[in-house]
T-cell receptor, first 116, second 117 residues
Framework: DTGVSQNPRHKITKRGQNVTFRCDPI?????LYWYRQTLGQGPEFLTY????????KSRLLSDRFSAERPKGSFSTLEIQRTEQGDSAMYLC??????????????FGPGTRLLVL | AQKITQTQPGMFVQEKEAVTLDCTYD???????LFWYKQPSSGEMIFLIY??????QNATEGRYSLNFQKARKSANLVISASQLGDSAMYFC??????????????FGTGTRLKVLA
């Protein structure tokens, strides 16, 4: 399967713990996005990488959140000192290189986080 | 600010019938793109169809078509010959330019479609 993959698919943690999620984009895609989806809502943009550079960060991304894409391939999203409000589905998407940036984004299956 | 509105929280359709899912949008940009995604219970967002603001014809992809009415700022998804596997959440989205030259998507709140046997 050559789609976007995410691990783990589910994570249950206690408030105050740190968690890390991984996203592997489609192999030839150099653009990678993270979104967060809470219950009953559509996904909301968190951050964007072009190759290894993090070029965009939403105001939703508090100081407790950090994302990396060290070699321009897979990406990690870490949440420190988790809070119950962090419970959500975290979706990763990727899109191919192109001059316009208008290419369709392809999403992974998401990581569902529950903070107790 | 750009906005996507989906007014139907839930819809039912009989198998083999057609169904229309509504989406209206608000933007001041002359160039924009509209997308529909399907999200089954597994969580993955599956791309269905795309319509560019300058496209002269309505987009079609198999059983999916987009009824694009630019003056009314609507981009409704039409699913023909519904199948049981079409039961899922459907999201309308619009891309919004970011300063870095790429785009983020603005999503609506979704419509849950249930296909009845």
């Amino acid at each position: 399967d050559t789609g976007v993959s995410q691990n783990p698919r589910h994570k249950i943690t206690k408030r105050g713990q740190n968690v890390t999620f991984r996203c592997d984009p489609i192999s030839e895609h150099n653009r990678l996005y993270w979104y967060r989806q809470t219950l009953g809502q559509g996904p909301e943009f968190l951050t964007y990488f072009q190759n290894e550079a993090q070029l965009e960060k939403s105001r939703l991304l508090s100081d407790r959140f950090s994302a990396e894409r060290p070699k321009g391939s897979f990406s990690t999203l870490e949440i420190q000192r988790t809070e119950q409000g962090d419970s959500a589905m975290y979706l990763c998407a990727s899109s191919p290189p192109g001059g316009t940036g208008q290419e369709t984004q392809y999403f992974g299956p998401g990581t569902r986080l529950l903070v107790l | 600010a750009q906005k996507i509105t989906q007014t139907q929280p839930g819809m039912f359709v009989q198998e083999k019938e057609a169904v229309t899912l509504d989406c209206t949008y608000d933007t001041s940009d002359p160039s924009y793109g509209l997308f529909w995604y399907k999200q089954p219970s597994s969580g993955e967002m599956i791309f269905l169809i795309y319509q560019g603001s300058y496209d002269q014809q309505n987009a079609t992809e198999g059983r999916y078509s987009l009824n694009f009415q630019k003056a009314r700022k609507s981009a409704n998804l039409v699913i023909s010959a519904s199948q049981l596997g079409d039961s899922a959440m459907y999201f309308c989205a619009m891309r919004e330019a970011l300063t870095s030259g790429t785009y983020k998507y603005i999503f609506g709140t979704g419509t849950r479609l249930k296909v009845l046997a």
